[in-house]
């Protein structure tokens, strides 16, 4: 007898074991869903696709324009948002406007402890079909250096990913040159951000 009832409890475990994967599943493929839904449902439906020109460069600033549509360009790659088009049925262009080394902070004896790297984009993103804009906006963002000590070193989080020098294996190589980094890479999320949440 008592080995029918575990043969019973057995099979109730499985059974109910199997509904919970289930319902477990469901929700899986139900939030997932939403997600995909909400992620691609704040693009324009008609909008499958995008051309990304070279940005236009109106600094003295060498290389940054190709830095900048690298990086939009390897997030919409990765994230696989639109497809990149040559003929695309929206248009991203932007232009480097600014670029400016300030000093932030000063030691004691007045010596620039930090330096800040900043950058100044402007950036449409065009509809084709619809002949109108669809954003118009400015985006300004930064990276930290210091001029005498090294970025692995300087107590300076130069990338801004919250991970300080031996914390962060990022941090290494020309300090102007991560900084800069650092403020594109801001400045390309910021704007695949507002692509993805305009509606
Ligand atoms: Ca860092
Ligand atoms: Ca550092």
Not at 183 to 191: G, L, M, Q, R, Y
Request: with cysteine.
């Amino acid at each position: 007898m008592s080995g029918i009832i575990d043969e019973l409890k057995r099979r109730m475990m499985i059974r109910f074991g199997v509904g919970y994967a289930t319902i477990l599943l469901w929700f899986f493929l139900m939030f997932s869903g939403c997600g995909l839904y909400s992620f691609s449902g704040s693009i324009p439906p008609h909008i499958k696709s995008i051309s990304i020109p070279l940005f236009v460069n109106e600094t003295a600033e060498f290389g940054i324009a190709e830095a900048v549509t690298d990086e939009v360009t390897n997030v919409f790659l990765e994230e696989n948002i639109l497809k990149i088009s040559d003929q695309g049925d929206s248009i991203l262009r932007g232009t480097i406007k600014r670029v400016e080394d300030k000093p932030y902070t000063y030691s004691e004896m007045e010596e620039v402890l930090e330096y800040r790297y900043s950058v100044g984009i402007s950036v449409v993103w065009f509809d084709v079909r619809e002949e109108k804009a669809l954003i118009t906006k400015n985006y300004t963002s930064w990276g930290a250096y210091s001029l005498t000590v090294d970025v692995a070193s300087d107590g300076i989080d130069n990338d801004r990913d919250g991970k300080v020098d031996s914390d962060d294996p990022d941090e290494s190589g020309d300090p102007r040159q991560l900084a800069m980094k650092a403020a594109v890479t801001k400045i390309s999320e910021s704007i695949i951000n507002d692509i993805v949440s305009t509606w």
